[in-house]
């Protein structure tokens, strides 16, 4: 099993629609959650942080579900320049991060 | 912020020749880097972890004879691909931890290495 499990997609969605990604995770002792973005061919780039209270960030909101092991993001009114690939990822603790495989997200006119 | 600059951004070698890679922190002491690699439509898998003065750390299945690391500055750390074979061609990414943070969170530009 996968330490952080994503559905690759794509998520082909129009402008201005609300779409979820969602995210497992197998190690219960994970401390830390992030979700990243990643465009092609180029460096992952911190997109925001998952705390355990859920968090938002302007048309994002992030989930973190500790019970399950579960994380998702939200991305609400999506812009073309959304489009790209959504990196759940996680700290267990051993100094380095764990990223899932991505999700791609094309959001179309 | 935090900037790390990884070079080259892209090359093409020859099979059997050796590539470094150059990852540097600008404007914080990076006493840990992080190498990971990336191949096509998969995540991002961490190669090693490279401590400032000490010898890496690799991950189960990564050669250490194969890929060299050196980490002999608290802003420099090199990735060496040695006798490169076309199934190296991947996207090799460094990212670096500052000194009092406890994990990798800056990431280099990545390159693309190409062996034909």
């Known amino acids: 099993r996968k330490e952080v499990e994503q559905d690759p997609g794509p998520f082909n969605v129009p402008e201005g629609a609300t779409v979820a990604f969602n995210c497992t995770y197998s190690?219960?002792?994970?401390?830390?959650f992030f979700w990243y973005r990643q465009d092609c061919r180029k460096e992952p780039k911190l997109l925001m942080s998952v705390y355990s209270s859920g968090n938002e960030d302007g048309r994002f909101t992030a989930q973190l579900n500790r019970a399950s092991q579960y994380i998702s993001l939200l991305i609400r009114d999506s812009k073309l320049s959304d489009s790209a690939t959504y990196l759940c990822?996680?700290?267990?603790?051993?100094?380095?991060?764990?990223f899932g495989s991505g999700t791609r997200l094309q959001v179309q006119p | 912020g935090a900037v790390v600059s990884q070079h080259p951004s892209r090359v093409i070698c020859k099979s059997g020749t050796s590539v470094k890679i150059e990852c540097r922190s600008l404007?914080?002491?990076?006493?840990?880097m992080f190498w990971y690699r990336q191949f096509p439509k998969q995540s991002l898998m961490l190669m090693a972890t490279s401590n400032e003065g000490s010898k890496a750390t690799y991950e189960q299945g990564v050669e250490k004879d194969k890929f060299l690391i050196n980490h002999a500055s608290l802003t420099l750390s090199t990735l060496t691909v040695t006798s490169a074979h076309p199934e190296d061609s991947s996207f090799y990414i460094c990212s670096a931890a500052a000194r009092d943070t406890g994990l990798g969170y800056t990431f280099g530009s990545g390159t693309r290495l190409t062996v034909v």
């Open positions: 990822v996680v700290h267990t603790g051993r100094r380095a991060l764990t």
């Open positions: 404007d914080f002491q990076a006493t840990t």
């Open positions: 190690n219960s002792a994970s401390q830390s």
